[in-house]
């Protein structure tokens, strides 16, 4: 079923719409999950949580491309429950890795800084790399991608990705070096 086909279910409050996202998009949302947690369970708990906040906020969002949509609150969700654990226990994940990779360059350093004026910086930098780095970047550290399954989808080596995420992450050092972040 097509997505919009999808959303209008949802705004009609037509239980079905639930049925179709988890149809076409519990794979992907559980993948999502799983990089950040490395927690079968706590996957499928994701996907039933985003299925529910989608049915709450739709309406009145009415989101254009109900993928995206659905793969963001999958990430906030994941994201908050990676934190609830990672405070109890250390949690050693894909998630764990990339940010470990982004660690020197995003660290607040001990000060505070805003989040919001930070991705906005990232963003503006990733505008100016090539596709492929740019393309990278966003499977590594927003979807916690492996190494291998990026390789894959650009036809590439795992080394090849590995020294590519090296010059991105040191041209977005310098960059925002550059534009005053202290890093």
């Known amino acids: 079923m097509q997505d919009d086909m999808i959303v209008d279910l949802f705004w009609q409050r ?9 149809n076409k998009y519990q794979g992907y949302l559980s993948k999502i999950a799983m990089n950040i ?3 079968i369970e706590d996957a499928r708990e994701i996907v039933n949580e985003t ?5 709450n906020s739709i309406p009145p969002q009415r989101p254009s491309l109900l993928r995206t949509y659905l793969g963001k609150i999958a990430r906030e969700i994941s994201i908050d429950r990676y934190r609830t654990v990672h405070r109890k226990k250390r ?4 998630f764990t890795v990339s940010l470990d990779e982004l660690g020197d360059i995003v660290s607040d350093g001990g000060g505070e800084f805003d989040g919001r004026l930070l991705a906005e910086a990232v963003d503006s930098y990733l505008k100016t790399v090539s596709y492929e780095a740019r393309t990278a970047f966003i499977q590594r550290y927003y979807f916690a991608d492996t190494f291998r399954e990026i390789a894959e989808r650009q036809g590439s080596t795992e080394s090849a990705v590995k020294s590519l995420l090296f010059r991105t992450r ?5 960059y925002l070096e550059e534009e005053g972040w202290q890093i």
């Open 51 to 55: 299925l529910f906040r989608a049915w």
């Open 37 to 39: 947690l490395a927690d």
């Open 170 to 174: 040191r041209g977005l050092k310098k």
């Open 14 to 22: 037509e239980e079905a719409a639930l049925a179709e996202a988890q």
């Open 91 to 94: 949690v050693a994940s894909e």
